[in-house]
């Protein structure tokens, strides 16, 4: 399996037999960086630009693509040449090998209006286990006390989410982690460094 990762909180993953899986990539990732990273299929957390816009899910160009109510009815009357999967919290979900959970995360005091649904994801894939906690802001979502993960992806960038203290409060509460990738930081570079010194000495992180 491979990860790549891309402005804000996107990510496309490979698994070992080539399918390509994208989430969240937004509004931040320069459209052009997207030339030839077609995929398989794709995931949205919530309805904010920084991960759903519909310029970069056509560029990607997904065979099939999993939103929320609230994103499904922004998508109107288009006509878009993909399967769309609407999806709910609580969903347990299998898109070719890998299997995807969705549960909800609390995006904080600080966004405009209330969301009906802020996704967090667990994927799983080529038997390794992804954490994306998308825009968290309280500690909220699936009880993580015994949950044992190859991969975390936590923001890091503050006012909207968790900033660097929180995040790594949170991860501390996993019974175990493999590696720790921040995210979410593209307004707050500074945020990254802060979250990757205080955690150096206990966990994997970049």
Do not use: W
Not at 3 to 23: C, D, H, M, V
Not at 101 to 114: I, L, Q
Not at 151 to 180: C, H, M, S
């Amino acid at each position: 399996m491979n990860l790549t990762k891309y402005e804000q909180s996107g990510f496309i993953l490979e698994t070992n037999k080539g399918f390509r899986l994208a989430f969240d990539i937004g509004r931040f990732t320069p459209i052009k960086k997207l030339e030839g990273a077609n995929v398989d299929a794709m995931l949205v957390s919530h309805i904010h630009g920084d991960h759903f816009s519909l310029d970069h899910i056509k560029k990607l160009s997904p065979k099939k693509l999993c939103l929320n109510n609230e994103c499904f009815e922004t998508l109107g009357e288009e006509t878009l040449p993909f399967e769309i999967v609407e999806v709910k919290v609580g969903d347990k979900i299998s898109i070719e090998d890998i299997i995807v959970e969705f549960f909800n995360v609390d995006h904080g005091p600080n966004v405009s209006a209330p969301l009906k649904e802020n996704f967090g994801f667990l994927i799983t894939a080529d038997d390794k286990t992804i954490y994306f906690a998308g825009d968290i802001f309280y500690e909220s979502g699936i009880d993580v006390s015994n949950l044992e993960v190859d991969i975390v992806l936590l923001p890091v960038g503050t006012f909207y989410t968790f900033g660097p203290q929180e995040a790594f409060d949170f991860a501390k509460k996993f019974k175990k982690i493999g590696k720790i990738i921040s995210m979410h930081y593209e307004k707050t570079q500074e945020t990254r460094g802060q979250f990757i010194e205080l955690a150096k000495n206990s966990f994997e992180v970049e």
